[in-house]
C-alpha cells in the first residue's frame, strides 16, 4: 500500500529515513521542475530543490491538511525559495553594449565551420541593426528590462522602446528565416 503525502511528510518531520527518502522521490520533479521554470538555470534549480526539502523538513509539523495539500505547500514553499534566490543573484552588466562587446568576442575566437550557423547568422544580424534597436532588445531580450525601465534608462518615450524592440525583432525573425524550397 502507498503511503499518503501526508504520512509522508510526517515521516519527513520525524527524522524517519525511508518516509524522507520517498517523500523526495514522490515530489523532486515537480518542485525542481517549478524551480527551473523560476530561476532559468539549472544549477541554481537544484539549490532550490534542496533547500525546498530542507525547509519541509524543518517546518513539516506547520503543514495544516485544512489549508491545502501537501504538493500545494510545498510547491509554495519552492517558490518562495526561487523568488528568493532570484534577488540574491548578482545583478546582469547594466551595459548593453559590454553585452554586445562579448557576443561579439565570442564570435570571433569561435572556430568558424558549419557546426552552428545559426549562432553565426544570430550575431551578424544583431550586429547589423542600428545601435538604438541592438541596445533596446539587448536590454528586453538578455539583460530581461521591461519596456518601461528601457524607456527610463534611455529617456525615451515608452512607444519608442516599443517600436525599437519589435522592428528588431521583426529584422531578426526575417533575416534569420530559412528560405523556403519550392
Same mark, same amino acid.
Given at each position: 500500500?502507498?503511503?499518503?503525502?501526508?504520512?509522508?511528510? +510526517?515521516?519527513?518531520?520525524?527524522?524517519?529515513?525511508?518516509? %524522507?527518502?520517498?517523500?523526495?522521490?514522490?515530489?523532486?520533479?515537480?518542485?525542481?521542475?517549478?524551480?527551473?521554470?523560476?530561476?532559468?538555470?539549472?544549477?541554481?534549480?537544484?539549490?532550490?530543490?534542496?533547500?525546498?526539502?530542507?525547509?519541509?523538513?524543518?517546518?513539516?509539523? +506547520?503543514?495544516?491538511?485544512?489549508?491545502?495539500?501537501?504538493?500545494?505547500?510545498?510547491?509554495?514553499?519552492?517558490?518562495?525559495?526561487?523568488?528568493?534566490?532570484?534577488?540574491?543573484?548578482?545583478?546582469?552588466?547594466?551595459?548593453?553594449?559590454?553585452?554586445?562587446?562579448?557576443?561579439?568576442? +565570442?564570435?570571433?575566437?569561435?572556430?568558424?565551420?558549419?557546426?552552428?550557423?545559426?549562432?553565426?547568422? @544570430?550575431?551578424?544580424?544583431?550586429?547589423?541593426?542600428?545601435?538604438?534597436?541592438?541596445?533596446?532588445?539587448?536590454? %528586453? %531580450?538578455?539583460?530581461?528590462?521591461?519596456?518601461?525601465?528601457?524607456?527610463?534608462?534611455?529617456?525615451?518615450?515608452?512607444?519608442?522602446?516599443?517600436?525599437?524592440?519589435?522592428?528588431?525583432? @521583426?529584422?531578426?525573425?526575417?533575416?534569420?528565416?530559412?528560405?523556403? %524550397?519550392?
Amino acid at each position: 500500500m502507498t503511503p499518503s503525502d501526508e504520512a509522508l511528510l +510526517a515521516g519527513l518531520g520525524t527524522g524517519e529515513r525511508e518516509a %524522507a527518502a520517498a517523500f523526495v522521490r514522490r515530489f523532486q520533479g515537480r518542485v525542481y521542475g517549478l524551480a527551473l521554470t523560476i530561476v532559468r538555470d539549472r544549477g541554481i534549480a537544484e539549490d532550490v530543490a534542496q533547500e525546498t526539502f530542507v525547509r519541509a523538513w524543518r517546518n513539516a509539523e +506547520a503543514y495544516d491538511a485544512r489549508r491545502g495539500r501537501v504538493l500545494t505547500w510545498l510547491l509554495a514553499i519552492a517558490r518562495n525559495v526561487a523568488i528568493d534566490a532570484t534577488r540574491r543573484r548578482t545583478p546582469r552588466p547594466a551595459d548593453p553594449e559590454a553585452v554586445v562587446s562579448q557576443l561579439e568576442r +565570442a564570435g570571433r575566437q569561435a572556430e568558424p565551420g558549419p557546426e552552428n550557423p545559426v549562432d553565426e547568422r @544570430l550575431r551578424a544580424a544583431l550586429f547589423a541593426l542600428p545601435a538604438e534597436q541592438r541596445r533596446a532588445l539587448v536590454l %528586453a %531580450a538578455y539583460l530581461e528590462r521591461t519596456a518601461q525601465e528601457i524607456s527610463d534608462l534611455d529617456g525615451v518615450p515608452l512607444g519608442t522602446v516599443k517600436w525599437r524592440i519589435r522592428t528588431a525583432m @521583426l529584422k531578426l525573425r526575417s533575416e534569420l528565416e530559412e528560405p523556403h %524550397a519550392s
